[in-house]
């Protein structure tokens, strides 16, 4: 589980993963904290002894933060790794849920249906299917398609469980995004290595919406922005890749005319500062596809 900070969600989430059952599985615990400065750390060595925890000296952001722990599960041999926000709270009967939509070998990552802590009749759209041309990602976790485990595209890394033969065979999350888009760029390697993405409906967390960045804020709209840039450069090329460029300029436009009508002009000046810091970004990095085996697991 990552955190940063917010002690007390992170005590109940973790307090929720802890009474987390599914049969002949043995479930680990392990923190990795992104630098927290309230008492986050001390609090869960008091209320929850058996949980590891990674102390960082810094933030390290939610990819480069979740590859240390990712790396721990598989060097003690799991067979699954489990990425959880320290803003969410597990219902009962998750992991087991989520461990019987993966009964297939071919099974790489599955993900439950997340629900609003607050209001929990409302669904947060976290899996779906995703169009090709414009890589646009639709959600279907409101309304799926199928009772039972169905596939699906993507889904975000909020609560994610994924098999240990995944990250062996494509590598680690991209810690190039700060924050955002990782998921999406994991989910886009691993379908194309060939492994399935399940959305389980039955398996239920509760999520406070952005919690860390606050939902809708000039923070999440500027980060969200930012790492926009190298995902859709990354995972396009040649005419394509121009198509998306002439696609994202209206979709820029089109968002800055929202929040302008609803009102957010710091929200939508800060998109536009994301945008153009991830060109800089982009530009600084020579913008040639990335070197994949960087985030290989070298083990076996």
């Given at each position: 589980m990552l955190g940063w900070n917010r002690r007390d969600d992170t005590v109940a989430c973790l307090d929720s993963l802890a009474a987390q059952t599914a049969p002949?599985?043995?479930?680990?615990?392990?923190?990795?904290?992104?630098?927290?400065?309230?008492?986050?750390?001390?609090?869960?060595?008091r209320a929850l002894p058996a949980v590891g925890i990674v102390p960082l000296q810094r933030n390290l952001g939610f990819a480069g933060a979740a590859n240390i722990?990712?790396?721990?599960?598989?060097d003690t041999?799991?067979?699954?790794?489990?990425?959880?926000n320290n803003d969410t709270l597990a219902m009962t009967g998750l992991l087991r849920e989520l461990l019987a939509g993966a009964v297939r070998e071919d099974v790489g990552l599955v993900t439950p249906t997340i629900r609003v802590l607050d209001r929990p009749e409302l669904v947060w759209p976290s899996a779906g299917w995703r169009r090709r041309l414009t890589l646009a990602a639709f959600d279907t976790t409101a309304s799926p398609p199928s009772p039972a485990p169905y596939d699906v595209d993507w889904a975000t890394g909020c609560c994610l469980l994924v098999r240990a033969a995944t990250w062996r065979r494509?590598?680690?999350?991209?810690?190039?995004?700060?924050?955002?888009?990782?998921?999406?760029?994991?989910?886009?390697?691993?379908?194309?290595?060939?492994?399935?993405?399940?959305?389980?409906?039955?398996?239920?967390?509760?999520?406070?919406?952005?919690?860390?960045?606050?939902?809708?804020?000039?923070?999440?709209?500027?980060?969200?922005?930012?790492?926009?840039?190298?995902f859709y450069w990354r995972h396009t090329r040649g005419l394509?890749?121009?198509?998306?460029?002439?696609?994202?300029?209206?979709?820029?436009?089109?968002?800055?005319?929202?929040?302008?009508?609803?009102?957010?002009?710091?929200?939508?000046?800060?998109?536009?500062?994301?945008?153009?810091?991830?060109v800089t970004d982009l530009a600084r990095a020579g913008g040639p596809p990335p070197d994949w085996d960087r985030y290989r697991v070298a083990r076996t």
């Open positions: 002949g599985v043995t479930l680990r615990l392990t923190l990795v904290d992104n630098g927290s400065t309230d008492g986050t750390v001390e609090a869960v060595e722990g990712i790396g721990r599960a598989l041999g799991a067979d699954w790794t489990w990425l959880v494509i590598g680690l999350l991209d810690d190039r995004y700060a924050f955002y888009f990782e998921d999406h760029d994991l989910c886009l390697r691993a379908r194309a290595a060939g492994w399935r993405i399940v959305h389980v409906p039955r398996a239920t967390v509760l999520h406070r919406v952005a919690g860390s960045t606050g939902a809708g804020s000039p923070r999440q709209m500027y980060l969200l922005a930012r790492a926009s840039v190298p394509h890749r121009w198509f998306i460029v002439a696609y994202r300029l209206g979709s820029f436009m089109c968002t800055l005319a929202r929040c302008l009508k609803a009102g957010r002009p710091a929200a939508a000046a800060a998109y536009a500062r994301g945008l153009a810091d991830g």
